[in-house]
């Protein structure tokens, strides 16, 4: 089991930068495939990004694509989510997510076992 805390999350003007962090304790942070996640009020939870467990590979969702990037850090337990050119249809609260099975479904909530409890994300026009 891993437990998952968000932080970095705030209020920021259109077109400025944010960064968000995922701290991971328990088992091992390098077994898992991890995402970040999106909910807006009013609208479902959305696929924003996801990484593989060494890193080499990501995935974003193509609202994001040239703006967001995904990293993580397994030395330090540590993912994150650099938001760039930030729009106003950004605001959100942010999750991040980890899972074992994700097969070739990166975007897929339901493949991910754990999740953080949230960090809100706010951008003014």
């Known amino acids: 089991q891993v437990q998952l805390v968000e932080s970095g999350g705030g209020l920021v003007q259109a077109g400025g930068s944010l960064r968000l962090s995922c701290a991971a304790s328990?088992?091992?942070?390098?077994?898992?495939?991890m995402g970040w996640f999106r909910q807006a009020p009013g609208k479902e939870r959305e696929f924003v990004a996801a990484i593989s467990r060494g890193g080499s590979s990501t995935n974003y969702a193509d609202s994001v694509k040239g703006r967001f990037t995904i990293s993580r850090d397994n030395a330090k337990n540590t993912m994150y989510l650099q938001m760039n050119s930030l729009k106003p249809e950004d605001t959100a609260i942010y999750y991040c997510a980890a899972g074992v099975s994700i097969g070739m479904f990166p975007s897929d909530s339901a493949r991910y076992a754990y999740w953080g409890q949230g960090t809100q994300v706010t951008v003014s026009s």
């Open positions: 328990g088992r091992t942070f390098g077994s898992y495939y």
